[in-house]
Structures are given as C-alpha cells and as structure tokens.
C-alpha cells in the first residue's frame, strides 16, 4: 500500500522529466475522447445497442418467422413487453431483429464506402495531373447525382436483400471520402517520409498504403464513423418507403411504415416510438462519438 | 476570372456528360432491359424485341446516349406509360409545388439556424450553445419521415390543429391560399435542415472570431456588436452561399420523403410513384432535371464565391 502510493508520488512529481515511453497516436487520441463526456455516453450506447440487438434475442425469446394473428396489434402486457405488431409479432423483439439489419448494413455500408473512398481518394491525390482532374471530375460527378433517387431508382431495380442494400448505399457515400482523403493527400505528398521512399526507389503504391492512408487514418476514422449513422438513417428511408428488406426480415425503417398505417386509428404508440427513437438514439450516439473523434485527432496534430 | 469562369464551365459541362451517361446506363440496369420491366412478366421475346427496336434500345449506348441526349436538348425529356403524359407536362405541373416546399422550408430554415448559429458561437459553451447543439444533433439523427409521423400523431391526429396531409389541390394558387396545411411538411422540412446551417454557421463564425481582422476591429475599438454582426457574420455569410448550392441534391431528397410522408403531389411523390410503377422515362427525365439542377447549383455557387470573396483569386 504505501510502496504503491511512493511510487505513485515519484511518478507524479518525475513523470515529465523521466522518460516516458512513447506514447501512440491512438493512445493519445483516446485521452482527449475520453475527456469529453458526451462521446462516452455515445459510445456506452453504442455498445448497448449492441448487446440489445444481438445478446438481446437470446434472453428475450420471441418468434419472429411466423405470425401471430391472435396477438394482433396487442397492448404491451407482462407477456409482451412492447406489444405487438399487425401481424402478431412482439414488438421488442421485432426491435432486436431490426436493429441487426439496420446496424449490419449500417457498420457494412460505413466500412466498404470507407475502404474504397479512402484508396481512390489516395490514388488520386498521389497521381496528381491528369490523372487526378480525371478521377476528381467523376467524384464530382457523383456527389452531383441526387443520391437518393438513384438509390430508389436501383432499390427498384434489384429487390434488395441486405447484401445489395449494403453495396447501393455503399456507392454513394465513397465520393465524399474520396474528396476529403484526396486533400489530406494533396497535403501529405509533399512531407520529407513521402519523398524519401520515392528517393529510395519505393513503388508509388508503398507510399500511398503504407505512409499516406495511416496518416490521414484520423480523417479517415472520423467519416467512417459519420457513414454509420448515414447508413443507418438511408436504410430507415428505403423501408419506410417499402423498398427495403423484404419480410419476414425487417429494419427500424420497415417497422416505422408497418405502424404508419396505424397512425390515424388509435394509440397504437408502441408501433411508432420504439423504432424511431431507436434509430434517432443510435444516430446520435455514433454523431456524438464522431464529433468527439474529430477533436481527439485535430488536438494530435496540433501536438506535433 | 473569365480564365477560371471558361475552366469551370469546362468542367461542369464533362460532370454533366458523365452524370448523364451514368443515369441512361441505370435504365439497362432493369432485369431483361427497360422495355422488359415496362411490359411485364407475360411479354413476348417478339414483342419485346419489337419495342427494343422501336424505342432504339437494340442499338450501341452511344448511339442511344447521343439521340436520348439530342432529345432533351430539344426540351424532350420523355414520356409516361403509366399516366400518359410526357414527362415535361409532368414537370411542369408538379415542380412548382416542389419549388413552393423547398423555398419557404429552406427560407425558414436559414431564418432560424443563420442567426442561432452566430449566437452560439459567440457564447460558445455556454448551456444555451449546448441545448442549442443538442437541437443540431437531433436534426442530423431524425429520419424526415419519424419527424413527420410525430408531427401528425401531435398536431392532426390528437389535437386536429393542422391537417395531417398537404393541401390536396393540384393548382399552385390554392395551395398558397390553404397555409394550415402547408404548416406541417414546411416545419418537417426546415427543422432538418436547421442543423445543416445552424452548425455550420457556428463553426465559420468560431473561425472567423479569431482572424486578425476581427482584433484589428477590436483595437480600433468597435463595439461588439459591430464586430460580430459587422464583421464576422458577413464573412461567414460568403460560405453560406456556397454551402446552399452544394445542397441541392440533399435539398430535392428531403423533398421526395416530406411529399410521401404527406401526400404533398409534387416532383417527389411523382417520382416515387414512378419508382414503384417502373416507369422509367419519367424516372429518367426527373433525375436529369435534378441533376443538372445540382451541377448548374455547383457552378454558381463556386463564381458567387470568387466574386464575393476578394481573397479568392484564380
């Protein structure tokens, strides 16, 4: 006890003139998150929507393949904590088995949008010249269709399953990441490590993946996280508007227009307000930890 | 700047190019081609093939691009199997609705988030900055439609203040003169967007708060007010207007879900219609307006900057 408290003391009082290990960047990124409260509580919600969605289904069994005509549209009750859908499903558990779909397609859509904008953006920023006018002019292109009707447009097309719907939100939202990492490329090509492995005779893809792409990571990170909560909210709009998974699969959005027909006939809350601020909550947190992100790497390059 | 007026042209006209490529390429996305979809399950290879080749579809896609192409250049933008009317009547009987939504809904958007946007900036972590950035975030995370659902489930189905659904009429004059019911999707519509310059608004003026000029204005002893409304808030205003025209798309499809959510009959509820008709020459046509839309938004935005900011030179 009291060699634990000396020790503590003489690293208290020597701390800043031993010398410390070298401290990482993410270690020193999460220090700053973790200083701001409001992306801990986004995170601990993120983490509990996690457990919810997909612990949740094996404490709280419900039936979620076949309906229920008997339970139609009941009350919550001990039996059925939320209540009960048009077709007898228990709602709480509907929101489970939802929110899988929508945080799967969400956290996939982020990260194949992410991967893929990051490269090109890279790619394009490197190459410069032609090269670069070239690829930045079809970003341009694709950040100027109107995302939404083409993903209605190719939700129409292809009756999506969650696999599809991943690739369809996926396509537009590598644009953005590809503008945003081609600038911090721009900015990176010039450092003395990216000119010294072309020096040595380094192959320009080296430089692109092993010094450009880590260090734009911060960027990097904070739209992928950004991307979740845009996925989340585009996979709502495509079931809200019947277009997205089919049944008896369903997503926050699907179970959101289940209940629209309900709206005008009586208080049937339960079917609207769960999923809604389920998807509002989760938005939020993934908002919040983004935010917080983009402090904790912009403070890491006003260290160095 | 006529250099960089004739550059920035060039490129808007080869973003066009693609973009339209891109958008014909969609309808050959349709299992079995477009004239598949549009026929239904029970058509016959003969007739399919007749429609491919009196719609031109058996040709090379250049040759279709080009022609397609030649046609809206012609102000020819299609016409709807389904209801009937060429796409251009289409437009020109529900842009206007459109048009009414999007402007008093980003109207009273910017009515609000501009100056609440300034205000937080200038008392930066204060409670009211953080309520007011508590706001912001529920704006960016509420889906359109939650947002109207709650709307109507408060305001027509428990307390019948305002009806649940837009005005029905399909005359722009009398859907100005029925307000009560244009209240709901236009708050819909602006509280949305009311994050998006709210939050920008508050961190161009935080930039703009520590810039030398604001402490030369400072040292030469104009008051507060001066310098945040004199000042800082006309040189945020500059990158507010660029701000607006690269919003054009998420503009048209905040638009398409208020409309549904709201049987609001303009472009959007038309579109989707359409979507779910498979009636892919209106689907064409009012992606392109959109689009070109989005891109003649692009233009103007970036020389409204050149020439209201000095600094920019090209």
């Given at each position: 006890m009291f060699e634990a408290q000396l020790i503590a003391a003489s690293e208290s009082e020597l701390g800043l003139t031993l010398s410390t290990p070298p401290r990482g960047m993410f270690r020193r990124a999460w220090e700053v998150f973790a200083e701001n409260k409001l992306a801990l509580i986004g995170l601990g919600f993120i983490i509990f929507i996690l457990l919810f969605c997909f612990v949740g289904p094996h404490l709280y069994v419900t039936n979620q393949t076949n309906t229920d005509l008997e339970n139609y549209l009941c009350r919550p009750s001990a039996s059925h904590l939320l209540g009960c859908d048009d077709l007898g499903y228990d709602e709480l558990g509907r929101l489970m088995?939802?929110?899988?779909?929508?945080?799967?397609?969400?956290?996939?859509?982020?990260?194949?949008?992410?991967?893929?904008?990051?490269?090109?953006?890279?790619?394009?920023?490197?190459?410069?010249?032609?090269?670069?006018?070239?690829?930045?002019?079809?970003?341009?292109?694709?950040?100027?269709?109107p995302s939404l009707m083409v993903i209605i447009i190719l939700s129409v097309i292809f009756h999506p399953t969650p696999e599809v719907i991943i690739f369809i939100i996926a396509i537009f939202y590598w644009f953005g990441v590809a503008r945003l990492v081609r600038g911090e490329t721009l900015a990176l090509r010039s450092r003395e490590y990216v000119q010294a492995v072309k020096v040595i005779g380094g192959r320009p893809i080296r430089s692109v993946v092993r010094h450009i792409v880590p260090n734009a990571i911060g960027t990097i990170i904070v739209q992928a996280t950004f991307a979740v909560a845009d996925a989340i909210l585009t996979l709502s709009v495509l079931g809200f508007l019947t277009l997205g998974v089919a049944p008896p699969a369903t997503d926050w959005g699907s179970m959101l227009e289940g209940g629209l027909n309900y709206i005008q006939g009586g208080n049937y809350w339960w079917l609207i307000y769960p999923p809604g601020v389920a998807i509002i909550l989760t938005c939020i947190a993934f908002n919040f930890v983004g935010d917080a992100l983009r402090d904790a790497f912009e403070t890491r390059l006003q260290r160095r | 700047m006529v250099g960089f007026l004739i550059r920035r042209t060039g490129q808007a006209i080869f973003v066009l190019i693609l973009v339209t490529a891109a958008t014909l390429g969609l309808v050959?996305?349709?299992?079995?081609?477009?004239?598949?979809?549009?026929?239904?399950?029970?058509?016959?290879?003969?007739?399919?093939?007749?429609?491919?080749?009196?719609?031109?579809?058996d040709q090379p896609f250049y040759l279709q691009y080009l022609k397609w192409v030649g046609q809206l250049l012609h102000g020819n933008l299609g016409f709807s199997y389904k209801l009937n009317v060429s796409?251009?009547?289409?437009?020109?009987?529900?842009?206007?609705?459109?048009?009414?939504?999007?402007?008093?809904?980003?109207?009273?958007?910017?009515?609000?988030?501009?100056?609440?946007?300034?205000?937080?900036?200038?008392?930066?972590?204060?409670?009211s900055d953080y309520t007011l950035t508590g706001i912001s975030f529920l704006g960016y995370s509420t889906p359109t439609f939650f947002l109207g659902l709650v709307l109507v489930d408060w305001f027509a189905v428990d307390t019948h203040i305002f009806p649940a659904f837009g005005p029905q009429s399909?005359?722009?004059?009398?859907?100005?003169?029925?307000?009560?019911?244009?209240?709901?999707?236009?708050?819909?519509?602006?509280?949305?967007?009311?994050?998006?310059?709210?939050?920008?608004?508050?961190?161009?003026?935080?930039?703009?708060?520590?810039?030398?000029?604001?402490?030369?204005?400072?040292?030469?002893?104009?008051?507060?007010?001066?310098?945040?409304?004199?000042?800082?808030?006309?040189?945020?205003?500059?990158?507010i207007v660029t701000l607006l025209g690269l919003s054009?798309?998420?503009?048209?499809?905040?638009?398409?879900?208020?409309?549904?959510?709201?049987?609001?009959?303009?472009?959007?509820?038309?579109?989707?219609?359409?979507?779910?008709?498979?009636?892919?020459?209106v689907l064409l046509g009012f992606t392109v307006l959109a689009t070109v839309a989005t891109v003649v938004g692009n233009l103007l935005a970036d020389v409204g900057y050149a020439m209201l900011d000095p600094r920019v030179r090209y």
């Open positions: 088995v939802g929110g899988q779909t929508s945080l799967e397609v969400g956290l996939a859509a982020a990260l194949v949008s992410v991967l893929v904008g990051s490269l090109y953006g890279a790619i394009s920023g490197f190459a410069g010249g032609i090269v670069d006018s070239i690829m930045m002019r079809i970003v341009d292109a694709g950040l100027s269709l | 050959h996305l349709f299992p079995g081609g477009p004239v598949h979809a549009l026929l239904g399950q029970r058509a016959t290879p003969a007739l399919i093939s007749y429609y491919n080749h009196l719609y031109g579809f796409v251009a009547t289409l437009i020109a009987q529900d842009l206007p609705k459109t048009i009414i939504l999007v402007f008093l809904g980003t109207f009273l958007s910017l009515l609000f988030g501009v100056p609440l946007g300034v205000y937080q900036a200038v008392h930066r972590n204060s409670a399909s005359s722009v004059w009398s859907i100005l003169g029925d307000p009560r019911a244009l209240v709901l999707p236009v708050v819909t519509y602006a509280f949305l967007l009311y994050a998006l310059w709210s939050r920008y608004m508050r961190s161009s003026v935080l930039d703009n708060l520590v810039q030398d000029y604001v402490r030369t204005a400072r040292a030469k002893g104009a008051s507060e007010r001066r310098v945040v409304w004199g000042h800082v808030f006309r040189n945020s205003l500059v990158s054009i798309p998420s503009l048209v499809s905040g638009a398409i879900l208020i409309e549904v959510v709201f049987n609001y009959s303009g472009m959007g509820l038309a579109f989707y219609q359409a979507a779910l008709d498979n009636d892919f020459e």
